[in-house]
């Protein structure tokens, strides 16, 4: 006897959907970003700030240095530059296009405000003391704030970094920020608060792997606890 699924039904399932374009701009932002780490320690490299730590060569984008020193007289820097540019163009028109979507369609407000402390605070404590249950389509306070937190760290990005590349054109900028070499270590800053939102995001993802199906293929859907999910017999 053959078995199969019906539609889920929101009675009885928690649902997530994420549309086309949120999920485009999601994966390319994603890619930008790592393009934009990786070439962004390879420059880093090239001028440490931070005494004489230097990021593993492994983990920096920009060709092999040997060759490029070989060819351009330059350690990889260049290509690294040629990246971290790409990226920065792609992340734009990724992060754009996820502002515009969020703010047009009113999915930010319907699923990330509001953003109280107080449940912030809640949630928070929740998740340390592992209480914190998941619902899925639904965002948490702590979820939320780390959504805004992350958005709000590439647009910093984006700023110190158009202050430390042209800090002559854009010297008020560099000004606000306190000067090239604050701005270099806030562009540093931002870029590791990214860093940390990545590895909590990406070790949430995979303890409710249902989300990843929704953020790839726009749908997934869960039973709730108290509702089994119902099987029914082909032809019923
Ligand atoms: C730094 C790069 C990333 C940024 C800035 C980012 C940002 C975000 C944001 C803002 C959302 C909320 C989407 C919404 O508006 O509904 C989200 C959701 C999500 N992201 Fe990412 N993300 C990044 C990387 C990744 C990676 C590498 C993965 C792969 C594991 C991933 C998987 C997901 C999934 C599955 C959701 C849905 C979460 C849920 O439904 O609870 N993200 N991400």
């Known amino acids: 006897m053959k078995l199969r699924r019906t539609k889920p ?11 086309a374009l949120v ?20 420059i880093y490299n090239s001028v440490p700030i931070f005494g ?14 040997l060759q490029s020193k070989i060819a351009h ?4 820097v260049a290509n690294a530059l040629n990246w971290h540019f790409t990226g920065m163009w792609l992340l734009l028109a990724s ?27 809640r949630d928070f404590i ?24 992350v958005l709000f760290a590439i647009l910093m990005m984006f700023l110190t970094g158009l202050a430390i590349w042209k800090p002559a054109q854009l010297s008020g900028l560099t000004w606000l920020f306190g000067g090239y070499p604050t701005a270099r ?9 990214i860093c940390l939102f990545m590895v909590v995001h990406v070790a949430l993802v995979i303890l ?17 606890p108290t509702h089994p999910e119902p099987m029914h017999h082909a032809g019923e």
């Open 23 to 42: 999920r485009i701009a999601h994966w390319l932002q994603a890619l930008a970003i790592v393009i934009m780490i990786g070439s962004g320690w390879r």
């Open 52 to 65: 004489n730590y230097r990021f593993p060569l492994w983990a920096t984008l920009g060709g092999n240095p």
């Open 95 to 121: 992060y754009l296009l996820f502002m515009a979507h969020g703010t047009i369609s009113g999915h930010f407000w319907r699923h990330l405000l509001p953003l109280r402390p107080r449940d912030i605070l």
């Open 73 to 76: 007289m330059d350690p990889g």
């Open 126 to 149: 929740a998740a340390a003391t592992f209480r914190l249950g998941h619902r899925l389509g639904e965002y948490n306070a702590v979820q939320r704030f780390a959504y805004w937190g």
């Open 9 to 19: 039904n929101p009675a009885t399932h928690d649902i997530q959907e994420h549309p």
């Open 185 to 193: 270590v806030l562009h540093f800053i931002f870029m590791s608060a």
């Open 208 to 224: 409710v792997p249902k989300t990843f199906v929704a953020m790839v293929f726009g749908r997934a859907s869960h039973a709730h």
